[in-house]
């Protein structure tokens, strides 16, 4: 399921990430590619111990988890706290995956990367190219969103960032171990849920949104791995 989740980040956010990321310590992205990936990485990130990274990473973090669409679609049993990422000078990501299983820096743990999110700290107006690229069987879904924004794909896509040729493009982006392992069973779930938010109101439909919520925690139970 791709989502496009608008919104993520208000003015401020995106305000304090742009002012703080403007003099943050840029560092080649590729220190973090695998060996397939890092012929065609060409960008710049900020390393995960940078107290910037950390302390927007953080920001980035909360507003997910305040995020009802995030919540609903992701399902999410572990977010890794994001990273941040700038393309500029005809920087680009070609054609890559994403590791299925990723460290959670400083620890000895790993999770499963069911879901990978980026959110948009550039206003498209101020870029030219910078589309991420998803494969899929019509060719592939081109996207480009207002800063603010985000977009849930999954994970095992081979996608890409097309070179930007004009400005610059930051970008925060990380990965997210589901609840449910598969992408059908979770795009049912918030398919669901966003049918249940439509009910009306009121006693009448109350019998029905408390049978259907029943259901929906059934369905859950069914598939849910912690
Ligand atoms: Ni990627």
Same mark, same amino acid.
């Given at each position: 399921?791709?989502?496009?989740? /608008?919104?993520?980040?208000?003015?401020?956010?995106?305000?304090?990430?742009?002012?703080?990321?403007?003099?943050?310590?840029?560092?080649?992205?590729?220190?973090?590619?695998?060996?397939? @990936?890092?012929?065609?990485? =060409?960008?710049?990130?900020?390393?995960?111990?940078?107290?910037?990274?950390?302390?927007?990473?953080?920001?980035?973090?909360?507003?997910?988890?305040?995020?009802? %669409?995030?919540? @609903?679609?992701?399902? !999410?049993?572990? +977010?890794?706290?994001?990273?941040?990422?700038?393309?500029?000078?005809? $920087?680009?990501?070609?054609? =890559? #995956?994403?590791?299925?299983?990723?460290?959670?820096?400083? *620890?000895?743990?790993?999770?499963?990367?069911?879901?990978?999110?980026?959110?948009? %700290? @550039? &206003? !498209?107006?101020?870029? $030219?190219?910078?589309?991420?690229? +998803?494969? &899929?069987?019509?060719?592939?879904?081109? #996207?480009?969103? /207002?800063?603010? &924004?985000? +977009?849930?794909?999954?994970?095992? *896509?081979? =996608?890409?960032?097309? /070179?930007?040729?004009?400005?610059?493009?930051?970008?925060?982006?990380?990965?997210?171990? @589901?609840?449910?392992?598969?992408?059908?069973?979770?795009?049912?779930?918030?398919?669901?849920?966003?049918?249940?938010?439509?009910? !009306?109101?009121?006693?009448?439909? &109350?019998?029905?949104?408390?049978?259907? *919520?029943?259901?929906? =925690?059934?369905?859950?139970?069914?598939?849910?791995?912690?």
């Amino acid at each position: 399921m791709l989502l496009h989740i /608008p919104g993520v980040l208000g003015g401020d956010d995106l305000a304090e990430c742009r002012a703080a990321l403007r003099d943050a310590a840029w560092t080649d992205g590729r220190g973090t590619a695998g060996f397939l @990936s890092a012929p065609v990485k =060409h960008n710049a990130q900020l390393h995960w111990q940078d107290p910037v990274a950390i302390r927007l990473g953080e920001l980035v973090r909360a507003r997910l988890e305040q995020s009802p %669409l995030f919540l @609903s679609a992701a399902l !999410p049993a572990a +977010i890794l706290p994001p990273l941040f990422n700038r393309y500029a000078g005809g $920087d680009y990501y070609g054609p =890559h #995956i994403d590791g299925a299983l990723r460290p959670i820096d400083g *620890t000895n743990r790993r999770i499963r990367t069911d879901l990978s999110i980026t959110v948009m %700290l @550039s &206003d !498209p107006a101020g870029y $030219d190219g910078g589309e991420l690229v +998803i494969e &899929d069987l019509l060719g592939g879904r081109t #996207i480009k969103l /207002p800063a603010g &924004d985000a +977009i849930v794909y999954p994970a095992n *896509t081979i =996608h890409e960032v097309t /070179p930007v040729t004009r400005g610059e493009r930051l970008a925060a982006f990380t990965w997210i171990q @589901s609840v449910v392992r598969d992408d059908a069973d979770r795009q049912l779930l918030f398919e669901f849920d966003a049918a249940l938010q439509k009910l !009306p109101s009121g006693a009448e439909a &109350d019998g029905a949104r408390l049978q259907l *919520t029943n259901l929906y =925690h059934r369905l859950l139970r069914r598939w849910a791995e912690l």
